[in-house]
């Protein structure tokens, strides 16, 4: 199993970037997949998530209307479309399959086995 994340940065508030998440290893146009991120000193935040086939997606309400989770199937790659961030949405970023991560008040567990190394995102004002 391997999930690599790729596409964060440095922006200033307002700004935009494209998270990806190129998955190897498991059947993952067959698991639904979500978007995490841990702040320094908080907890695993669930962000987004989007079922096997793309077809339903759900938010946090603290990214909605600002993020768009999809998937590329055929590519094996989970994307995060992050517009207006915010200064609060400075975190790393992971990607795993939802059913993996055990998330309970809109906080998750880590999972053993699929994890990566994250992409960080940080947002100036």
């Known amino acids: 199993v391997q999930l690599v994340e790729s596409g964060g940065g440095s922006v200033q508030a307002g700004g935009s970037l494209k998270l990806s998440c190129a998955a190897s290893?498991?059947?993952?146009?067959?698991?639904?997949m979500s978007w995490v991120r841990q702040a320094p000193g908080k907890g695993l935040e669930w962000v987004s998530g989007?079922?096997?086939?793309?077809?339903?997606?759900w938010y946090a309400d603290s990214v909605k209307d600002r993020f768009t989770i999809s998937r590329d199937n055929a590519k094996n790659i989970l994307y995060l479309q992050l517009n207006n961030l915010k200064t609060e949405d400075t975190a790393m970023y992971h990607c795993?399959?939802?059913?993996?991560?055990?998330?309970?008040?809109?906080?998750?567990?880590?999972?053993?086995?699929?994890w990566g190394q994250g992409t960080q995102v940080t947002v100036s004002s």
């Open positions: 795993a399959p939802s059913q993996e991560l055990n998330c309970g008040g809109g906080y998750c567990e880590r999972p053993q086995f699929y």
């Open positions: 989007i079922s096997a086939g793309g077809g339903e997606t």
């Open positions: 290893g498991f059947p993952f146009s067959s698991k639904a």
